[in-house]
């Protein structure tokens, strides 16, 4: 996969949920590469956000694709929910699942792209044996439960070792694995974490928490975007 193809994912969790769908479409409207959509039980994280019948609703406003978050415990019920709601992506993390392999066989048999959410604190080992069956790699950069967190720096070797993984996967013929990093994008680490290895950036505060926003995102996104870019130009 060419890092040219570098997305930005912003995150509905920072949306005004008074008006979700108006937020997904401005987004999309201001050139959002696909929406990320994050699913808190207050089980395996301390909150409780949206679920399949929210998805759903904002699945009729956009045509991007949605990458729906599963922050919860157990993860297979929801997969056939999800995927019917108009999901396009399911990563979930390895923890919450008493069998990797077959969540993830789960995911694409109901015609959604896989993919591993990894914590701060979880070992990428995770990935060594089902790299066949990943599309996404999610690396959280903040301790998952609540947005507006701060970036916590250790993420950034990690980053470039998963990136490592995935080059040699792929040289050996492996299927491509985008890299995503979610959690205290900025426009002031955008450019590291790209340059690092990340190829997907989920960004919430960043961009729905915009001071200049005023109703429309293109000015965020696209700044964004050139530092992403310029990083690893």
């Known amino acids: 996969m060419s890092r040219s193809c570098l997305q930005i994912a912003p995150s509905l969790l920072a949306a005004d949920f008074s008006r979700l769908g108006d937020e997904a479409r401005a987004v999309e409207a201001a050139g959002a590469d696909m929406l990320h959509f994050d699913v808190m039980d207050n089980h395996y994280v301390p909150n409780l956000t949206m679920g ?3 998805c759903e609703a904002v699945r009729r406003h956009i045509r991007i694709p949605i990458d729906v978050h599963l922050m919860v415990e157990p993860v297979d019920p929801l997969v056939p929910l999800f995927a019917k709601a108009g999901a396009d ?3 979930f993390h390895p923890e919450a699942s008493r069998h990797v392999d077959r969540t993830l066989a789960l995911i694409r048999e109901h015609g959604c792209k896989a993919g591993l959410v990894f914590n701060p604190a979880t070992p990428l080992d995770w990935m060594q044996h089902v790299m066949d069956k990943l599309d996404m790699v999610l690396l959280m950069s903040v301790n998952p439960g609540f947005g507006g967190q701060r970036f916590i720096e250790g993420t950034m070797p990690k980053l470039r070792a998963a990136r490592q993984r995935i080059d040699e996967h ?8 985008r890299l995503g990093v979610d959690g205290g994008v900025t426009l002031d680490n955008i450019g590291r974490i790209a340059r690092a290895g990340a190829d997907m950036l989920v960004a919430g505060s960043a961009v729905f928490g915009a001071p200049d926003a005023g109703g429309g995102y293109s000015e965020i996104l696209s700044r964004l975007r ?6 690893v130009a």
Do not use: F
């Open 226 to 231: 050139t530092h992403a870019v310029e990083a």
């Open 89 to 91: 992506i399911i990563t």
């Open 170 to 177: 792929v040289r050996h013929g492996g299927r491509p694995i």
């Open 52 to 54: 399949p019948m929210v």
